[in-house]
Structure formats: C-alpha cells, structure tokens
C-alpha cells in the first residue's frame, strides 16, 4: 500500500520498502509461489521492510517466514526501483545474497505462500510471465553477474 499524506495541499509521495533474498544453491534458486490479484505468482523470499529492524534482519524474517529457511546474508546484490502498473505503487527493493543455514519443515508458511520450490536459472526464465515482478529474474541475473556490494555499505543508526 502506497501511503500519500497531505501537507499544506502537496502530496508526499513515498514508496514501498521491500528486502528480498536471493539464494543459489547447486544450480538452483529459491522462490516461493503465492497467492496474488493477479493469481499465483513466484517471487524471491521478500516482503516489506518493519520499523525498528535494520534490513538484513528484513530479509532475515522475510525469508523464514515465506520459506522456513534461516538465511544468512553475505552481500548486497542491487537496489531496485520498480512502479507496479497496476496499483500505481513504486517499490525500492534491496536484494541480499548469502546462504541457507537450517531449514524448518514443520514452519508454517506466511498467509497466501503456497510453498518454496528451487528452480534453476532457465526455469526462472521459463516462467518469467508468471513472476510477481520483473525484478525476480533481474535479481538472479545480477547474482548469476557477481554483482555483490558490502552490506557495511548500508549504515543503521540507533
């Protein structure tokens, strides 16, 4: 939901924060497939940024409770800016890179996640009109790029 707030009869415009995950593991890459208004739809692990949490710990949470894996981050893959058509909304999403760490099968997914499933690159590719956003595949290709930036290049002040 895009929040616009009324100051002295200007519109402030703001977008969404979002944190995603992108994780490789033997040729394959983890997505889960949720429920949309668009109908189901795959995504990276990724959802909105909450208040008092700094954003590895966003995609730390995210991940777990779209998939029921731990996720460790590594590195910062890319900031993105989207405008989803047809909401009118604008996303800034981080896409984080790292490593898996445990997995929970008995974790109850998220409200609307149907479930994770790792799907190689051309897979993704494959299915590319069935994807929640076009950064899902933008996110792996720069992955698959080396793209990789220090997550101390994000500074959280308490």
């Not at 895009?2 to 995603?20: D, G, Y």
């Not at 981080?94 to 099968?105: D, R």
């Not at 790792?118 to 929640?132: F, P």
Request: hydrophobic share 40%; glycine share 4%; net charge negative.
């Amino acid at each position: 939901m895009q929040i616009l707030v009324l100051a002295h009869s200007k519109m402030i415009w703001k977008p969404n924060v979002t944190v995603a995950a992108v994780i490789e593991r033997d040729g394959k890459f983890l997505l889960v497939e949720e429920h949309t208004t668009q109908g189901l739809r795959f995504n990276q692990p990724a959802g909105h940024w909450e208040a008092n949490e700094t954003l590895n710990e966003a995609t730390i949470r995210e991940t777990f409770e779209e998939s029921g894996y731990d996720f460790s981050p590594e590195f910062l893959i890319g900031i993105y800016r989207w405008q989803a058509k047809e909401s009118n909304t604008t996303y800034l999403r981080f896409a984080f890179c790292g490593h898996i760490t445990a997995y929970h099968p008995e974790h109850k997914l998220d409200q609307g996640i149907v479930r994770a499933v790792w799907l190689t690159i051309d897979e993704i590719r494959a299915n590319h009109t069935l994807h929640r956003s076009p950064l899902i595949l933008r996110c792996c290709e720069d992955y698959l790029a080396n793209k990789r930036y220090p997550l101390d290049l994000l500074v959280h002040y308490e």
